[in-house]
């Protein structure tokens, strides 16, 4: 089974800077993918971006940036340009290739001050 | 495109009552997931569909949890008799296939047990 650890309950940005969050996994795996989710107050969880473990390049949306080390097993999330919608849970979750289930982190709670 | 639908949306019941909750998921996704997500915690994988068969129930308690997903579409969630610990929301998710793809989740359903 794979964890998933996200050490920082929550942060907080000012509008318009960057904030960045952890999240370390281990799985024994080698074919995985890599997500974050944002979850809102109104519960649904919608993609923010999802890296594929065999790209060594890391993936960008917009303002949506990841840093994958694959050898540590880290997977931190780039908000930059922070907005007030981008206040919300951020879940990290890790999906096996094959049977792809994911397995979440505990979330980090983002509050963007005006 | 429509995405993937969830009723009720918000459920109180007494301790030992039953309730069930209902998921339709995106059109032509074959892979349909059930999450429980308690307060304060990343959603945790309760059941797995592959079209009409179950890839992985391993974590739903069975003594008082049952899903089907009877013609491969649209799934139901059941809970008979309800604990206060079920409290939760109830996610609804689905994906093309297996391998790689992209999970899409409904708003949830929230329980509340009294």
């Known amino acids: 089974a794979q964890t998933v650890t996200q050490s920082q309950p929550e942060m907080s940005v000012q509008e318009a800077e960057t904030v960045t969050l952890s999240c370390t996994y281990d799985?024994?795996?080698?074919?995985?993918?890599l997500f974050w989710y944002k979850q809102p107050p109104s519960r649904q969880m919608i993609l923010v971006i999802r890296?594929?473990?065999?790209?060594?390049q890391n993936a960008t949306e917009n303002r949506f940036s990841v840093n994958f080390q694959k050898a540590a097993k880290s997977f931190s999330l780039k908000i930059s340009d922070s907005q007030l919608g981008d206040t919300a849970m951020y879940f990290c979750a890790v999906g096996l290739g094959n049977d792809y289930k994911l397995s979440f982190g505990a979330g980090t709670t983002v509050t963007v001050r005006a | 495109e429509a995405g993937v639908a969830q009723s009720p949306r918000y459920k109180i019941i007494e301790k030992r009552q039953s309730v069930a909750f209902w998921c339709n998921p995106i059109?032509?996704?074959?892979?349909l997931y059930w999450y429980q997500q308690i307060l304060g915690q990343g959603p945790k994988l309760l059941i797995q569909?592959?079209?009409?068969?179950?890839?992985?129930d391993s974590q739903l308690p069975k003594d008082r949890f049952s899903a089907e997903r009877l013609k491969g579409v649209d799934s139901t969630l059941k809970i008979q008799p309800a604990k206060l610990e079920d409290s939760a929301v109830y996610l609804c998710a689905s994906s093309i296939s297996l391998g790689g793809n992209t999970i899409y989740f409904g708003e949830g359903s929230w329980l509340t047990v009294v």
């Open positions: 799985t024994s795996e080698n074919n995985y993918y």
């Open positions: 059109s032509g996704h074959a892979t």
């Open positions: 569909f592959q079209n009409n068969g179950v890839v992985d």
């Open positions: 890296q594929e473990a065999y790209k060594q």
